[in-house]
Structure formats: C-alpha cells, structure tokens
C-alpha cells in the first residue's frame, strides 16, 4: 500500500508557475508509476501527465504538453509537476495517483484506473 501527499497548490497569476509535489511512501516504491490528475469545477478528471516507476519515461495530455514537466528523485521519494505560463483553464484540483507495475519503463496517462491516491491540492489561477 502506498500513501501520496500533494503540496505546492496555492493562488497564481496568469502566465505564471507553479511547481507541485507528490510525496510517496510505502511498500515497493520502485514498482509504481506516477500520474498526475487534475479535476476542474464541474469537469470530469482528466489525466494529464505520468513518469514511469524507473523514471526514464513520461508523457503528458495535450492539454499540457509544451507547459508542463514532471521529474521522478526516487532518493527523495518524490515526483514534481513543474508548470508554466498558467491560464484560469488551469484552476482545479490537482492530484496524484500511483500504480503498480512489473514494467518499470512505462506510464499510462489517461487511465484513471490508479491503485492508490493522494488528497489533492488546490491550484487556483486568478488576477
């Protein structure tokens, strides 16, 4: 079982950045992959971008792709969502999903069918 802790959601301007974190612990940390969701008011929750269990792979949503960067130190137990040039498109609940694999090269980002989540945090883009 894994438990996930998101930080680093708050107000941003548009055009700004905003670098989020994912704090895993737990059993067989190594044989996870990463994914970051997001949920916006009144949408449904989309994947958006995920890094393998290895840290070698990632992949992002179109929505993102361009504006976003997600990084994996397996020595901190921690994955980051660096993003940029943020839009009031932007503003939801971001959260963060592991899965278990035997695959250590691969990630899925647009499955929501994660074995373990964490709370989420709120990001918020506003003038």
């Known amino acids: 079982q894994l438990q996930l802790v998101e930080s680093g959601g708050g107000l941003v301007q548009p055009g700004g950045s905003l670098r989020l974190s994912c704090r895993f612990s737990?059993?067989?940390?190594?044989?996870?992959?990463i994914g970051w969701f997001r949920q916006a008011p009144g949408k449904e929750r989309e994947g958006i971008s995920c890094?393998?269990?290895?840290?070698?792979?990632?992949n992002y949503a179109d929505s993102v792709k361009g504006r976003a960067t997600i990084s994996r130190d397996n020595s901190n137990n921690t994955v980051y969502l660096q993003m940029n040039n943020l839009g009031p498109g932007n503003t939801a609940v971001y959260y963060c999903?592991?899965?278990?694999?035997?695959?250590?090269?691969?990630?899925?980002?647009?499955?929501?069918?994660?074995?373990?989540w964490g709370r989420g945090t709120l990001v918020n883009v506003t003038s």
């Open positions: 890094i393998s269990a290895s840290g070698s792979n990632a």
């Open positions: 737990g059993e067989a940390l190594d044989y996870n992959y």
């Open positions: 999903a592991a899965k278990s694999t035997f695959i250590r090269t691969v990630c899925d980002v647009e499955s929501l069918g994660m074995d373990w």
